[in-house]
């Protein structure tokens, strides 16, 4: 581990659901590369060509000629654990915290981005996405800095910084099945599209990094990609399915199987969606955290800052089911 702790964060409480950390289920072996760092770009597209979708790279000092040009091609790439357990179940307890203190203080919103809280299978108060996360855990701060995401920060841009408190910040994401769920998956969308609201016009690329906390298989449901879909035209990223709205499954959408720490890199520009798993109740859980990565100048958001114009429609979905669910439940 190479996160310097702070020390208030010593100590963290084991997380409340943690991940499956089965010994025995291991991924298969990342794609060997060690003989392929020096490829000239069009030898390297060649080769990721012809790689399986889902292959599994592993994260070095700066990224390959190959992760390179699999990113190229299909808009996305994924590295293996980039996490390990110490701090996965480190993250995840901060976020217990962070829930149980925004709970308790009746907090809705950060920055003007509403917190989605709905119920969990037991009926309690769940969070389901917040924004700016590591404004609230300096242990998560210190995390999404740490040296080894180095050559992700400068495939952004050499320039790039995380933004803590610029777009929504570190965005955390819970998705469960049970009844009263507020959400148990997440519909087809580019993130191009929230940038064409941010700066209302059409975004060049943009890559957004998560980190995965949860075994998840194809069959779990998971994070869904359309390869490809990031070089589409401009009416395309807008129509090509009704954003946040379709959820039919595509014949050509690719599964993101993740082990916990697993890391993704996609273009904001591609279409994606969240499955629902096929289980219901706490086994049904699946994490995400995406870091914003910024190149733009600085653009802070404060506790003055509105909703923005985005989120109010969602929030308003997302109030009515919550509020339809405590009745149904009787809470
Ligand atoms: O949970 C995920 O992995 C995807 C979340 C996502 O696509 C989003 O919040 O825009
Ligand atoms: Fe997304």
Redesign the pocket.
Known sequence: MSVPLPAATHDLPPPKNPPSWDPTDVPPPVYAEDALLALAPEEAARIAATLPLGVRFRLRDALTPVQRAFLDRHGYVVFDRVADRPEVDGILAEVDRIEAELLAAGQRKVYGVPVWFGLDPDGKDFLYRMGFTSVYSAFLAAFVRDARFEPIRRLIGEDARIGDKEKDGV?F?R?VRAEGSLRPS?AW?T?ALRDVFYNRRMPGPMLNV?L?FDRIRPADGG?RLLPGTHTQGVWSTLFRKIHFVTQAADRREVPVETWPGDLTVHDGRMW?R?EASPRTGWESL?R?M?VPYVCDAYQPKSEASATPGYMRLFDAIMRWKSARARKQIGG
Request: net charge neutral; hydrophobic share 30%.
């Open positions: 965005v994401n998705y997440l969308h993130d998560g995965h994070l994606h969240v699946r995400s995406y």
